[in-house]
């Protein structure tokens, strides 16, 4: 079966692109090494399951940290994604854990773990939120039907690589386009973005196969 090509960025100039959407790699590489760092505090008496969530939950806060200090970005929960959202409600970035085709140009990159149950969960959610709107806090960012329209959500993509002493965290800042079956098979746009690399420190214990389920929805 033919595999669809990704949409990849006509330049090599990451920088003019993160740009464009009003961020940087400077606030991008920070979040993922503090994903790595907090990886590397899971134990062997923790859940299977652990390294990954706190990675994510870093993941997300440092790109939320560094968008609302420089840039005057706001956090937003969405459709139960954990967002950073411009002050124009126009961009917003997220957090995925990719295959290992992510940040090379020429392959097609898809989200590792299925999302396909959770996405029809978020769904169900969002009906109920909107009979029983829940309270935002004061740093949040509220968007309305309309607004949601003309919202782009990128997701910040990472896959993490073990290579003698060093890890290579390969990663791109992505737009999805369609999702099938719970994962992306067309991008509408890709930047693929320099590699991390850091000291390598082997995992207390690696993801099990009951990786936590986020729901996260396409535009």
Not at 134 to 145: C, F, K, L, M, T
Not at 171 to 188: A, F, I, N, R
Not at 199 to 207: F, L, T, V
Request: aromatic letters at 6%.
């Amino acid at each position: 079966m033919a595999v669809p090509l990704a949409v990849a960025p006509e330049s090599d100039d990451y920088g003019a692109q993160l740009a464009a959407l009003g961020t940087k790699l400077e606030y991008l590489h920070p979040a993922l090494r503090a994903g790595e760092f907090a990886r590397r505090s899971a134990t062997p008496n923790h859940p299977a399951n652990t390294a990954g969530t706190r990675a994510y939950q870093e993941h997300v806060r440092i790109i939320r940290e560094m968008h609302i200090q420089h840039e005057g970005w706001k956090r937003l929960l969405h459709d139960h994604l954990e967002l950073a959202c411009n002050p124009g409600k126009t961009v917003a970035i997220g957090a995925m854990v990719g295959d290992a085709a992510t940040g090379e140009r020429t392959l097609h990159p898809r989200n590792l773990h299925r999302r396909g149950a959770a996405t029809e969960r978020a769904a169900e959610a969002n009906a109920q939120l909107e009979l029983f709107p829940r309270p935002v806090r004061r740093d949040e960012i509220v968007v309305s039907a309309e607004e949601a329209e003309q919202l782009r959500i990128w997701f910040l993509i990472s896959y993490r690589v073990q290579a003698g002493d060093k890890v290579h965290i390969h990663t791109e800042l992505s737009l999805p386009g369609e999702v099938v079956s719970g994962y992306v098979t067309k991008w509408k746009q890709r930047i693929p973005l320099p590699v991390l690399e850091m000291d390598g420190i082997e995992p207390p214990y690696e993801d099990g196969p009951g990786e936590i389920d986020i729901p996260v929805d396409f535009r």
